[in-house]
């Protein structure tokens, strides 16, 4: 460290760097916010930027500053009032500071709900919202499974969406490279007010969800949901799933590997779909189109092997930002992307944050920056 310098001024030195004026860097050079004591794993925008550290540390940016600690790793942040949510190691709600609700599993984010509630996972399956002030009002029992992201998707394209969980945990495919052996046989949506499920989606045996979450696509007015489908004689494969009449079914599916205990790890914006095959052996990207009732996959050319998951992590790193993908190399060593830009000198060690102010990711050397 240079110096007369202090830990702070240091860190203001090295963004200064990473960011010239506007009109030298022309929007295409990511921004450097700040230097982390260790890698993220889990980005949010509340007031301003906060990350949750490797060893379960919630840091604000904006000064750089500790907030609190003992945080599940396993549950991404949220969000909701302009307050970070969490949950921590023990099963507590962490809403801009602790509440009395507990029994939450540590291994699953809260989500937001319009009007302010929130809807977080028990560590029996339960569905559970809370009011604003962090008060629990009801449970739902469920059977979901323990690690899913709630989520929310305009499945009827009314403005009225629901939130999307998978349930029934069990342990028929155990390819078990997403933390544990239990996946997903169901997908629910449900209404945010009362806790009833609206639609459900079951999967005949031998298949599972080999996901956490349901990811929102764009189709036409309503929205639809791009997710993994496993089997033991195909392994994996992404599907889209929506509503059919008043019926939630699998309206396209894309090609499997024809062999079992091979995953995909999938990527969305909303709008673009990607997926990087084997991710974990040589990965490799893929962009996916959807219409009508098919699903192509299309290897992106001029890209090397890639990788956006490590066996028994319970998140994909990187993502999509205006239509394209952030990537880890197979080596670890270097973020890629189908931008153009030149490659960062460090992979990707959270999910891609798109918010109000742009679009942010943590490194694995423990810096956070925006993305151009």
Known sequence: MRAGLKPLAWLALLASCAAPSSSAQNNSTPILITRLPAPAVSLAWADSLYALTQGGELWATSPLKRVTADLSV???????????????????????GPTTVSQLSPLSGPACASGGAVLAVGQ??????????GQESSRAKLNLLPDTRPGWADLRGNGDPSLTVL????????HGV??????????????????NVEYRLTLPAPFVFEDWEARPLKDGQREVLALVRSGPIGGAALIIAGLSGDKLGILAA?????????WLAPASDGASLYAVHTPHIGGVLNKYT?????LKAVPVSGVPAVSTHRIGQRLITGGVWQGNIWVGNQA???????????????????????????AYLGLQDGSVVKLP
């Open 290 to 294: 959807f219409a009508g009732n098919t």
């Open 74 to 96: 396993d549950a991404p942040l949220s969000s909701c009032g302009g307050k970070v949510l969490a949950v921590t190691r023990d099963g507590k709600l962490w809403w801009g």
């Open 124 to 133: 029996g399956g339960e569905l559970v919202r809370i009011e604003i002030g």
């Open 178 to 195: 997403l933390g544990d052996k239990l996946e997903a046989t169901e997908l629910l949506a449900v209404d945010r007010h009362t806790l």
């Open 332 to 358: 670890g060593t270097q973020t890629l992307n189908t931008a153009g830009l030149p490659a960062l000198k460090s992979a990707p060690s959270t999910p891609l944050l798109r918010a109000s102010g742009g």
């Open 254 to 262: 894309g090609p499997d590997f024809g062999q079992p205990s091979r």
């Open 167 to 174: 349930a029934g945990p069990s342990g028929r495919y155990a």
